[in-house]
């Protein structure tokens, strides 16, 4: 890649051709009465319009933003009206989908507008005019490449694999200023690599200058990432997958997708986020490559395993042909590009909501842990009631040019995250062991000790908290438990039709809310205190003291994770020494692809040194570009709010 | 019958071929001044705690009627922060290789096995023996000092199928003063284990202005010829534990000297 380009984007330099828009068009919107398509269509135009073409020193692949903010379209007193009618997911607009590029990249946008509606055409008219008019700056720049390259695409199909880039990427960034979020990139080392053969057979491209391109494609997400603020800063979706099997089940990982491991682990940056799906067929190789940019410290890859995902999604009603083209949403949600529909994310059950619940209600009454386990399965299915009986009428606001590149939509899916697994599990067990079994302490004294956050009792904080049965720990009992409550999520679920007419998805995700749930609550029983997170997604709790990542993953692979396929992926953090030598590297791409081999579904595994990520604390200016892994995304760390960076912090680091 | 460990570490990359489990042996006949696990000296339990973090609210210190406490005039089981913890444990090889056997299925998936470490593996020899004879299908190896009488390092090194043994010092005066033992015994077992058949590397612990001057290492070149080597280089953290257990860390320097690993006929640095 260029190191011009890289250091022009990573010291922000671009930034200066930005602009905001102060006017309010939703009131304009309001008062001429427009439809929300109208809308739409029209806040397109403007933007297209505005968008000053700017290419930058060393750029092949164009497009960048210059405006900074997206006007909404209804106003806050139009969003309330909405709401009283209708359900609304987050923000409203369409979101972590996976649209069909591939096609359009195939056949051009011209021939696109042949089918589109009204609204459609009009979109891509205007794409078509920012086109030209980057083609103009082209020009004048005397970068004649560039020119050539948009004479041709968004038009017309692209031929080659440098047209075929640029095309993804004024998809991908028209995709983002009509207003949609969490924009995923899909299957891009399968859609891509017949360009990239083609150019390759014909000498037009070694392996090494076709990388070189690679990468100044990956640098173009990260042009306007800071724009496409989640959560917290990073948190954007930009999330591709490579490898895994064909519609045929054959193992499809290429060239490319060696390519696209290798261009990341070169940027590290935080875009695009790299998924790699395996099984236990995948060569060993291609584990060793994953290793490799894991070294880099990018919390990339992220591995699912398609020996589960893909039957567990054929189980929940999928077509087989269609599961076996499976993408991670945002962060790891399984969804089916082009014909996908499904919101992935529209809810989220605590499992230590439910047994605090429980604990409150009736550990004083029930005689056996059998009966109290009988009250947690009531209260899941409660709780399932209570979730799903809120989500009727759901609206997105209709994206024009988004519905272009999507396929008639076969799935309607929704995804139900399942939080906090192992404080449940843990502070199951220490019940059962403790209260139950062992009688040592009592319904009250336990309740006492939770609801003071052991001010009461203070001697049963360390037991709970460090002597007692975990998951991770070897404790059987606690992992038994986690079988049980996942599955009575899932039986919950089961057989509950939606309001577009799908099902319902449990899952083992818990994105944010392992802060979010985490205050919903006090302490808990396993001795975590009040205002402490849980483990983000599928992992152990944060203080737990755990045998070791052999233990962890013996733990967390016991679950029926084909009936709890939403996605939610287990987190190791090892430490930055394991990856110190090659025979090393090796060892830990063996470790991942025995956890594949003992069923996993889905691994996060980061390489992280505590030291360095204090010291980032300490003096943030020294660390830039320091990456670390959030629940389902890869972020600079200093950029975090603190609540995130010692959530980092405070998870299990395991070391040589 | 029962020895005494004080770790069992799940996933170490440097333990031997593959992926390691390794056990640590409590106790050590020698006393090197750069030792990283100082909890793996002696070879009764102790108590350890984390000093660092410790915010002296008290509760260790108030008497408690926890039988396991009782040796250590603590409580183990108060400190809020889990901080208070016993090094050692005193296991049956039965239950012992029962736990271990839980990995067996990892191990093989990962071409690994279990390493015996400590501390001093050799110090306990009858317990190493029935547990290795009791670990059978395993890959079977240890790391050790190599300081034992011979028939005894016989006895053990012939249940093993890999040995990975220190040579620190040839000078057997600088062997005494720096770990408190000289290197007689250690290489008259490296002779025996030189023609023992057993597959081996000789280790050397690469520590700064101690064994990795340039004399120490062309000497033990010499005793090691063209046996299999591997060059540990220093690590910055070797004496984080030592205020655990209430000891002090002597070793000053940090970096180790530069070396040329070319004297070894068969070398490699870890």
Known sequence: ?656 | MTGIIFDIKEMSLHDGPGTRVTVFFKGCPLRCVWCHNPEGLKKETELMVKVAQCEHCGRCMKPCAHLECMPFERCLLACPKGLVGVAGKLVETKTLSQQLRKYKDFLNMNGGGITLSGGEPLMQPEFAVELLQNLRGFHRAIQTSGYAESEVFKKVIENLDYVMMDIKLADPVLHKKYTGVDNVKILKNYQILKSSGIPYVIRIPLIPGITDTSENLKAISKIAQDSPIELLRYNTFAGAKYPMVNKKYTVKETKNNEVDITIFQNGKML
């Open chain 1, 1 to 656: 890649m260029s190191k011009q380009l890289l250091r022009y984007i990573l010291e922000k330099e671009h930034h200066s051709f930005r602009k905001e828009i102060t006017e309010n068009w939703a009131a304009e919107y309001c008062t001429k009465g427009l439809s929300p398509e109208q809308r739409m269509a029209d806040r397109f135009e403007r933007l297209t319009n505005m968008e000053t073409p700017h290419i930058l020193p060393d750029e092949n692949i164009v497009f960048m933003r210059t405006i900074k903010n997206i006007p909404d379209i209804f106003t806050p007193e139009e969003w309330e009206q909405i709401k009283e009618k209708r359900f609304i997911h987050e923000l409203g607009y369409m979101s972590n989908l996976s649209p069909n590029y591939e096609d359009t990249i195939a056949m051009g946008l011209l021939e696109k507008r042949k089918t589109a509606d009204e609204y459609g055409r009009h979109a891509i008219d205007n794409i078509i005019a920012l086109a030209d008019r980057y083609k103009e700056e082209a020009e004048k720049q005397g970068r004649q490449d560039v020119a050539n390259v948009l004479e041709r695409v968004p038009r017309y199909s692209a031929r080659n694999f440098r047209e075929a880039l640029q095309f993804f990427r004024i998809l991908h960034y028209s995709l983002w200023l009509e207003g949609n979020y969490h924009n995923t990139v899909g299957r891009f080392d399968q859609y891509m690599y017949p360009y990239y053969k083609e150019d390759i057979e014909k000498g037009v491209y070694t392996k090494e200058s076709a990388l070189e391109l690679l990468e100044d494609f990956f640098l173009s997400f990260n042009k306007d990432s800071d724009l496409y603020v989640g959560v917290q800063q990073g948190d954007n979706g930009q999330s591709m997958v490579l490898g895994g099997c064909n519609e045929d089940g054959a193992e499809v990982f290429n060239e490319l997708s060696e390519l696209c491991l290798i261009a990341s682990r070169n940027l590290k940056l935080i875009d695009p986020k790299i998924n790699l799906r395996v099984s236990k067929n995948t060569p060993i190789q291609v584990f060793e490559l994953g290793s490799e940019l894991t070294k880099a410290g990018l919390g990339f890859p992220q591995y699912s395993n398609d020996d589960v995902v893909i039957d567990g999604l054929v189980k929940l009603g999928y077509d087989r042909m269609d599961a076996r083209n499976y993408v991670v949403a945002a962060c790891w949600e399984f969804i089916i590009p082009k014909c996908g529909g499904d919101v992935a994310n529209i809810g989220a059950l605590s499992f230590p909501k439910i047994v605090d619940t429980v604990l409150h209600r009736s550990l004083t009454e029930v005689q056996s842990f059998e009966d109290f386990m009988e009250k947690v399965k009531q209260e899941i299915n409660a709780e399932c009631d209570r979730i799903t009986g809120k989500i009727k009428d759901l609206w997105f606001v209709p994206s024009p040019f988004l519905s272009i590149l999507m396929n008639e939509i076969k799935y309607n899916n929704f995804g139900i995250h399942g939080t906090g697994i192992s404080t449940a599990a843990d502070s199951l067990a220490a019940i059962k062991q403790y209260v139950y079994d062992e009688k040592t302490v009592s319904p009250a004294e336990l309740t006492e000790a939770v609801d003071s956050d052991f001010a009461e009792h203070s001697e049963l904080l360390p037991l709970l908290r460090y002597h007692a049965l975990k998951m991770g720990a070897g404790g059987d009992i606690a992992d038994d438990i986690s079988v049980q409550l996942l599955d009575w999520f899932a039986d919950s679920l089961m057989g509950r039709k939606n309001c577009r007419g799908g099902i319902y998805r449990p899952g083992t995700g818990s994105a944010m809310y392992y802060l979010w749930h985490a205050d919903e609550i006090g302490a808990s029983p396993d001795g975590r205190r009040k205002g402490e997170p849980f483990g983000a997604n599928f992992s152990p709790s944060l203080f737990a003291k755990v045998n070791g990542p052999v233990s962890v993953i013996q733990s967390f692979t016991k679950q029926h994770f084909e009936r709890v396929i939403n996605g939610g992926p287990l987190t190791l953090e090892f430490h930055s020494s394991m990856f110190s030598d090659e025979d090393s590297v090796k060892k830990v791409a063996l470790f991942v692809k025995t956890y594949i081999r003992m069923g996993g579904h889905q691994l996060q595994l980061n390489a992280v040194n505590a030291e360095t990520l204090k010291d980032a604390q300490k003096r943030p200016e020294n660390y830039p570009q320091l990456v670390v892994r959030i629940w389902g995304w890869s972020a600079y760390f200093v950029e975090l709010d603190k609540e995130y960076q010692d959530h980092v912090l405070a998870r299990q680091e395991y070391s040589l």
